[in-house]
């Protein structure tokens, strides 16, 4: 248990108008200090540990009848002894009780110090602190799932576990070269190979699901992509059930990318309208069309939106050079029009027809979507790492295992092989906090907002 002088205060509560706004103070003197401002309406009553308790918050020139809660070390978020007092909601009333504790003696807490202690005294793991950031930051149900996964410790039960069964590893290597004479190589030689390849196996499963991690912490890029007045602005608007784009029969009316994005289903996508493809002297609208071009790269999906009423042209199957390779699909759009577009000549399979005018089609082209992330991100187990810091532990980890495993494999020593098991030890260590690297730790609580 980490014990520390000081008591450090923060409104853990965003500064604004508000029904309540919460000051809360970690700390040895956090009691003493609540009692010496904080009287409850009942004389004899005290603060009892759990209860929220009705009283007057009262210090110089500064009243409120306000709620006060303590939570007895160690059994609160920080393992310290911790007070909260529910104040009426306002910017200046807030200020004023925060800057009364501070003139008591409490320290303006840093970013993410509450957590880091509660992290210190072995209230959570780091994985878990990391979840409470993602469950802070989540714009979409799937973001507040992973989140909650790793505030629940699914991720450190994981990772626990693999450690476990490199630590029973590295003590059968300590057993067999401790006793030479009792010739054990071979059969622990078949052990330990059978132990790191099914470790191995496992952080494979993990990293397996990093793609459609990333689709659910970043969002899934979706570039609409097509030949001037083809109705690309009109697709965007239509996605996003608002008039987000201008739209008119005049070419080259988009010149620049627009960013929006939508969730659908628990899932995060970005749209990016682009300038319509076309031979054009304007310089502005050259530059649009380059950067339509270049948003080709960063896309995971193109939907090329093709004008069913007209004719294949020549932009078109420009278009459909610059987009082979890519996850593409086909919009073609005003289905409720004549259609002439030789649709047999457009070479990718998944098409979908719309209209941006009635609304026909725009539910299926979102299933399509939903379809892309979730059948190329199969997962079979619940638990998905979104977080680039722990996919990049788990590389390490599988990396260094499978040096250890060829190195089994080519007859090296037991006792050089344990150094490549230690070090992926270490690795999974690194995400849940277990390999005590302060640089690490520093840098995940510095991402947390003041009174977390």
Same mark, same amino acid.
């Given at each position: ?60 020139d500064i009243s409120d009848k306000c709620m006060a809660v303590y939570f007895k070390a160690p059994f609160s978020y920080t393992g310290e002894d911790i007070v909260e007092f529910h104040l ?64 629940? @410790? ?15 590893? $590295? ?19 078949e052990f330990i190979r059978t132990r790191l390849v099914n470790c191995k196996s496992k952080i494979q499963d993990l990293l397996s699901t990093a793609s459609l991690g990333r689709a659910i ?72 069309? =380059? ?57 990718? =399979? ?18 399509e979507l939903l379809t892309f992330v979730t059948n190329n991100n199969i997962n079979n187990n619940s638990l998905v790492i979104t977080n680039k810091r722990h996919i990049e532990s788990l ?15 080519? @007859?090296? =020593? $037991? ?14 260590? =690194? ?22």
């Amino acid at each position: 248990m980490v014990t520390t002088e000081k008591t450090i205060v923060a409104i853990s509560t965003a500064i604004g108008s508000g029904g309540i706004s919460i000051i809360r103070m970690s700390g040895k003197s956090s009691l003493d200090i609540a009692k010496s401002v904080f009287t409850p309406i009942k004389s004899e009553q005290d603060l009892e540990p759990r209860k929220l308790t009705l009283g007057t918050f009262k210090y110089k020139d500064i009243s409120d009848k306000c709620m006060a809660v303590y939570f007895k070390a160690p059994f609160s978020y920080t393992g310290e002894d911790i007070v909260e007092f529910h104040l009426h909601g306002g910017i200046t009333l807030t200020n004023k009780v925060y800057e009364s504790l501070v003139d008591l003696g409490c320290e303006p807490a840093s970013k993410g110090e509450f957590s880091k202690l509660a992290f210190l005294n072995g209230k959570m793991s780091l994985d878990e602190a990391e979840g409470v950031i993602d469950l802070i930051n989540a714009e979409s149900e799937s973001e507040l799932r992973a989140g909650y996964d790793l505030v629940q @410790g699914k991720l450190k039960n994981e990772v626990e576990k693999l450690q476990d069964v490199l630590t029973e590893t $590295l003590a059968k290597i300590e057993v067999t070269l401790d006793y030479p004479e009792e010739d054990l190589e071979e059969e622990s030689i078949e052990f330990i190979r059978t132990r790191l390849v099914n470790c191995k196996s496992k952080i494979q499963d993990l990293l397996s699901t990093a793609s459609l991690g990333r689709a659910i912490k970043e969002g899934t890029k979706i570039l609409i992509y097509g030949k001037t007045n083809a109705g690309k602005s009109s697709l965007l608007n239509a996605l996003l059930n608002y008039e987000r784009a201008i739209v008119t029969d005049i070419q080259g009316t988009t010149r620049d990318v627009i960013e929006e994005t939508f969730v659908y289903k628990g899932y995060k996508f970005i749209l990016m309208d682009t300038a319509g493809i076309r031979n054009t002297d304007d310089i502005v609208e050259k530059i649009g069309i =380059d950067r339509s071009k270049n948003s080709i790269k960063s896309a995971d999906i193109v939907l090329f939106v093709v004008d069913s009423s007209t004719n294949l042209s020549e932009e078109d199957y420009e278009i459909m050079k610059d987009i082979e390779g890519k996850n593409t699909i086909v919009v073609i759009n005003k289905c409720d029009l004549q259609t002439k577009c030789e649709l047999q000549k457009i070479p990718f =399979d998944n098409k979908v027809s719309i209209s941006t005018t009635t609304g026909e089609g725009i539910g299926k082209l979102k299933e399509e979507l939903l379809t892309f992330v979730t059948n190329n991100n199969i997962n079979n187990n619940s638990l998905v790492i979104t977080n680039k810091r722990h996919i990049e532990s788990l590389k390490s980890a599988d990396q260094n295992l499978d040096t250890a495993i060829n190195n089994l494999d080519a @007859g090296i =020593d $037991l006792d050089l092989i344990s150094i490549d098991i230690k070090a992926s030890w270490l690795n999974l260590g =690194d995400i849940t906090g277990n390999s005590d690297n302060e640089k690490i730790i520093d840098e995940i609580f510095s991402k947390f907002c003041v009174g977390k």
